[in-house]
């Protein structure tokens, strides 16, 4: 069974950092291209970025780029997204999504639970 | 960027109505168009992909159809458990970009 499962999510203050991480098993993580999609609370779903099954290529939403470092480690089947320079509109809840097969890196038929990003003084 | 806009914002309908909700893209995606179905507090899943193939699973009274810039979803009888928020999703180019969403209620 395919799992995806955030972690790293909290309160944090303008300006400040965090590193969400995302668990994943069930499936051979070092094939697929692995992404991130944000939701602000009562809002709709926001891309924030990919990167690809070798970390070849990287991809970010203009909204996030220069703050937000996607990463990945095979050998350890994790996706991770580091946030800098928090800004209150950042806050929401932050999903790991899975493309439905490998050779399709933006259908996503694998999410996570989802973790809280709250940027608030 | 690609600019995707849903219409209606929000519908209530009743119990086995016909369900339709439309899906403009600002330029030509092909068929590279995703729908997704919303549960509160819940994760998106993903209903139908490249426009019209529905995601292994799905109850067949949901489609989709359309290309180019004109794309539509629709429940053929509307179910109680339908109740969620949908969101159409290109990906014919990077940042890949969602609809505003459709939230569908029961009347």
């Known amino acids: 069974e395919v799992q995806l499962v955030e972690s790293g999510g909290g309160l944090v203050q303008p300006g400040g950092s965090l590193r969400l991480s995302c668990a994943a098993s069930?499936?051979?993580?070092?094939?697929?291209?692995m992404n991130w999609v944000r939701q602000a609370p009562g809002k709709g779903l926001e891309w924030v970025s990919s990167?690809?099954?070798?970390?070849?290529?990287?991809y970010y939403a203009d909204s996030v780029k220069g703050r937000f470092t996607i990463s990945r480690d095979n050998a350890k089947n994790s996706l991770y997204l580091q946030m800098n320079s928090l800004r209150a509109e950042d806050t929401a809840v932050y999903y790991c999504?899975?493309?439905?097969?490998?050779?399709?890196?933006?259908?996503?038929?694998?999410w996570g639970q989802g973790t809280l990003v709250s940027v608030s003084s | 960027d690609i600019q995707m806009t849903q219409s209606p914002s929000s519908l209530s309908a009743s119990v086995g109505d016909r369900v339709t909700i439309t899906c403009q893209a600002s330029?030509?995606?092909?068929?590279?168009l995703n729908w997704y179905q919303q549960k509160p507090g819940k994760a998106p899943k993903l209903l139908i992909y490249?426009?019209?193939n529905l995601e292994t699973g799905v109850p067949s009274r949901f489609s989709g159809s359309g290309s180019g810039t004109d794309f539509t979803f629709t429940i053929s009888s509307l179910q109680p458990e339908d109740v969620a928020t949908y969101y159409c999703?290109?990906?014919?180019?990077?940042?890949?970009?969602f609809g505003p969403g459709t939230r569908v209620d029961i009347k």
């Open positions: 999504a899975r493309p439905r097969d490998v050779g399709s890196g933006y259908s996503f038929d694998h």
């Open positions: 069930g499936f051979t993580f070092s094939s697929y291209t």
């Open positions: 990167i690809s099954s070798t970390s070849n290529y990287i």
């Open positions: 330029q030509d995606i092909s068929n590279y």
């Open positions: 490249d426009a019209s």
């Open positions: 999703q290109q990906y014919d180019n990077i940042p890949l970009t």
